[in-house]
């Protein structure tokens, strides 16, 4: 099957911005999804409400737009009565880390057997340009007008001590990055989480001098820092560039999953 394949023609074009990372990200899992000899009958793809739970729609295989944060339970309920299907998530920091917070902790705790996908933009971009959870301290949004002054959510850290069997950080500039990020996910039997920070000039880069997808993007690469970097740096106590944040594969292991077949 050709990765073109995967998607329905007769949805496109997308309504994604101009400049919007998420159709890299859908580009990427695609690519990883085709990698596996999946097939369209075989896979489902879920998702909440937001920018990228639209994902899904342009996607020919079965799949759920549910209400906003329950994708997660959603998926869950698919893979436990139907364990032979491959379930994937299309989720964003507002729909996962807020009102679906509890949800995703505790799926990684029981360790459900979903791939999920995370586009981090740092905002709520379909509804206005709201902080969400992940806003940088510091950044400018409409509930946030003179800056953000609480600390974000750091999801990965986050799913690592919840319990998933793999969590992984990359942008929508690393694309090959991503892609093999997300195939480590599909191949991992339990929960696996990868995050991509994605740019959002609309919602995000106007209110906080990064208007054009350019310059997000090429922030994105400058304060992108490897784990195992930002680990040395941390232990030499260096200081870490402002706005930085690590990448790369935060833990692959082989907890007890549920939901995966016998």
Known sequence: MNFQD????????????TGCGNGTVINCTLNAVNSMGWTPENTVFVSGIGCSSRAPGYIVTDSLHTTH?????FATGVKLSRPDLHVVVFTGDGDLAAI????????????????????NN????????????????????????????EPPFDLAALA????????ARWTSYHVKELTKAVRDGLETPGFSLIEAVV??????GRKNK??????????????????????????????????AFPVGEFVRRNL?????PK
């Open 122 to 149: 740092y905002i709520y971009g379909m509804t206005g340009g709201q902080g969400s959870p992940c806003t940088p301290l510091g950044a400018v949004s409409t509930t946030t007008p003179y800056g953000c002054n």
């Open 199 to 204: 740019q959002c000039p609309t919602g995000y």
């Open 69 to 73: 944060g329950r994708a997660i339970p």
């Open 210 to 243: 990064l208007r054009e997808a350019g310059a997000m993007v090429g922030w994105m690469r400058d304060h992108a820092v490897l784990r195992q970097r930002w680990q040395r740096m941390q232990e030499a106590g260096e200081p870490l560039p402002p706005g």
């Open 256 to 260: 007890p999953a549920t939901g995966v």
């Open 100 to 119: 679906g917070g509890n949800h995703f902790i505790h799926a990684c705790r029981r360790n459900i057997d979903l791939t999920v996908v995370c586009m």
């Open 160 to 167: 690592v001590a919840a319990g998933a069997n793999h969590v």
């Open 6 to 17: 995967w998607f329905r023609q007769d949805r496109l074009p997308h309504i994604y911005c």
